[in-house]
């Protein structure tokens, strides 16, 4: 009886003249249903689902400007020895915080020139984020990236397609799921509290500072080169995010509270 899962899973969903893999499929659909689930939200926070679609089309692109930007930076010696590699976008390597970070700037700035109210959209993006982050884990279970140290539990994965691109066949933690799990659990919370906070903008923060948390654990399984005080690049991106989404959850929780949006409840 195996002690382990062997994962036989081909990254490559069509071969040809335009390859097609399943990474960027994932992808594809982490951002459709994330910007179906954003504009069901705001249309009921009173916000016209047209300007999603508008803030979307910032949005994106800038995340994964973002996303290929950090991986970059985190992989600065491969691409220093490889560096059109960094074109090549269909076999993966999108550091999250960075597309969350591209992501949200871009959208910040088309919601100023828009003049919509930036911790009401934030709140909006928060339960699609986490659920795009979700779907996005899964293409990087097919792919074999982010894999963790080697293990010994049932659960542990090994690799054996010759196409994948994982370190080697050697059964390792299987981060990516841990990943997953984590926020399809998030994603149920946020959903429990979005019509119990009566102040913009803590719904984003709780998103930000329990993905955060979630992350700083994650990232001990995973097999990732130490980037700057022994911490991981996730590492310590998620200390800088839990200062800055903390200080701004107590800043917002000393303001008044809201009037009640349409499905929502006064704070108590």
């Not at 994330?34 to 016209?48: K, Q, S, V």
């Not at 992989?75 to 999250?96: C, D, N, R, S, V």
């Not at 996005?136 to 074999?144: E, M, P, Q």
Request: hydrophobic share 50%; proline share 5%.
């Amino acid at each position: 009886m195996l002690a382990f899962i062997t994962v036989d899973l081909d990254p490559t969903l069509l071969a040809g003249p335009v390859v097609i893999r399943w990474y960027g499929v994932m992808i594809s659909l982490a951002l459709v249903i994330g910007l179906a689930l954003a504009m069901r939200e705001a249309g009921r926070r009173g916000i016209a689902q047209e300007e999603i679609v508008h803030i979307a089309l910032w949005a994106v692109p800038f995340g994964l400007l973002g996303a290929r930007l950090f991986h970059g930076i985190d992989a600065w010696k491969y691409y220093a020895t490889y560096p059109l590699q960094i074109l090549a976008l269909q076999e993966g390597g999108m550091a999250l915080y960075g597309g969350l970070i591209g992501g949200v700037a871009g959208g910040l700035w088309a919601a100023r020139r828009r003049g919509l109210t930036r911790w009401r959209l934030l709140d909006v993006a928060a339960p699609s984020l986490i659920m795009g982050q979700a779907i996005g884990r899964v293409g990087c279970f097919i792919n074999g990236d982010h894999q963790g140290f080697p293990s010994t539990l049932p659960w542990a994965t090994s690799y054996v397609n010759h196409a994948s691109l994982a370190i080697d066949s050697m059964p390792r933690h299987p981060a990516q799921l841990y990943e997953l799990l984590y926020d399809l659990a998030l994603f149920s919370l946020l959903l429990i509290l979005r019509p119990r906070l009566g102040r913009e903008g803590l719904l984003f923060l709780i998103y930000t500072t329990l993905y955060a948390l979630g992350r700083l654990w994650i990232s001990a399984f995973r097999e990732d080169a130490p980037f700057l005080l022994g911490l991981k690049e996730g590492q310590l991106i998620s200390v800088a995010v839990l200062v800055l989404a903390i200080s701004l959850a107590v800043h917002l929780w000393r303001r008044p509270a809201v009037d009640e949006l349409p499905g929502t409840s006064p704070a108590r």
